[in-house]
């Protein structure tokens, strides 16, 4: 047993309080929240994809129309903030499309690789879970010669674009995939990363329910200025950011605290939820509306310097 140990912030590598393990430790310098676990990432977060790749989740479709009717009211009431990480998102697609070759790492279930694909972007697409690689050759078996089990700088290719969506803040060692990854993009390349980030530690600390303090798969939740102190430190400029109050948190977070923790092992505020019935569920998409969120979702564009 790991009790009282000490370990250094990921983002900024200021000493953190010691403390117990299976608790979340905030770095006093820059902020961000770093999980203290007795094992490593790659076990912790292999025992949950592994198996959540295994298992089919069901769409309610009647649940995912309500969720998209609530979705539009919210991104009419945060109109700005929206827009402009929508704008974000639009110029993400136009990096793609202009990359000679572009390497998407950790891409989970491959929505976004097999759509960049169809649309002619030249992708490959690297995930360190058997068990995500061999679905998604069995459901596109014409792409399948553009994945591999593989970790971050395990390729010789040069890239022009490094992405990776909801994988950085499950790494332990994210100097790994950023050291890699500089190596292997080009000159004036770019790393597009996409996460969550903690805009508001005073709400988590105040005792309120977030989906993404997902104990133990998430092991670091930055905030933006331990995102920025990390990329300085391994040659990468920030050069466009959007953060997002995305709706779909504060569903899952009221049904959290509603008490339903399967939550945290569904993760989606519309699949079929054990016990969920309709009035509650509506009730959590209004009050969604004008809850806060602790963490937000976060794109960033950086550039090789």
Not at 121 to 126: A, M, T, Y
Not at 128 to 151: G, Q
Not at 172 to 183: T, V
Request: hydrophobic share 40%.
């Amino acid at each position: 047993m790991f009790n009282e140990i000490g370990m250094q912030c990921h983002a900024c590598d200021t000493p953190l309080l010691p403390l117990n393990s299976g608790k979340y430790a905030f770095c006093i310098q820059c902020g961000s929240a770093n999980y203290l676990s007795e094992r490593n990432a790659e076990d912790d977060n292999n025992d949950y994809f592994n198996q959540h790749f295994a298992v089919s989740d069901q769409i309610d479709h009647f649940r995912a129309l309500l969720f998209s009717v609530f979705n539009k009211i919210h991104y009419f009431l945060n109109y700005g903030v929206e827009s402009k990480f929508k704008k974000l998102i639009g110029e993400i697609d136009q990096y793609f499309a202009k990359a000679k070759v572009a390497v998407e790492i950790g891409f989970g279930g491959g929505d976004e690789l097999i759509n960049r694909l169809k649309d002619g972007c030249n992708c490959v697409g690297l995930d360190l879970s058997i068990t995500a690689v061999e679905s998604f050759k069995k459901r596109y078996p014409h792409y399948a010669d553009r994945v591999s089990c593989a970790a971050a700088g395990n390729s010789s290719i040069e890239a022009g674009l490094i992405y990776s969506n909801a994988l950085f803040e499950h790494l332990d060692n994210p100097e790994s995939l950023l050291k890699a990854a500089n190596a292997q993009l080009e000159t004036g390349g770019y790393l597009i990363l996409r996460l969550p980030v903690l805009t508001n530690p005073k709400l988590y600390e105040q005792e309120l329910i977030d989906i993404n303090f997902w104990e133990p798969c998430h092991r670091v939740l930055y905030t933006i200025a331990g995102l920025e102190i990390l990329l300085k430190a391994h040659g990468f400029k920030i050069i466009k950011q959007a953060s997002l109050p995305y709706y779909g948190y504060k569903v899952m977070n009221r049904l959290l605290f509603y008490g339903f923790d399967a939550m945290q092992d569904i993760r989606c505020p519309y699949y079929e939820t054990p016990g969920l019935s309709l009035r509650v569920y509506v009730n959590a998409l209004f009050s969604a509306l004008f809850s806060k969120l602790a963490c937000e979702d976060f794109g960033l564009i950086a550039k090789k310097v």
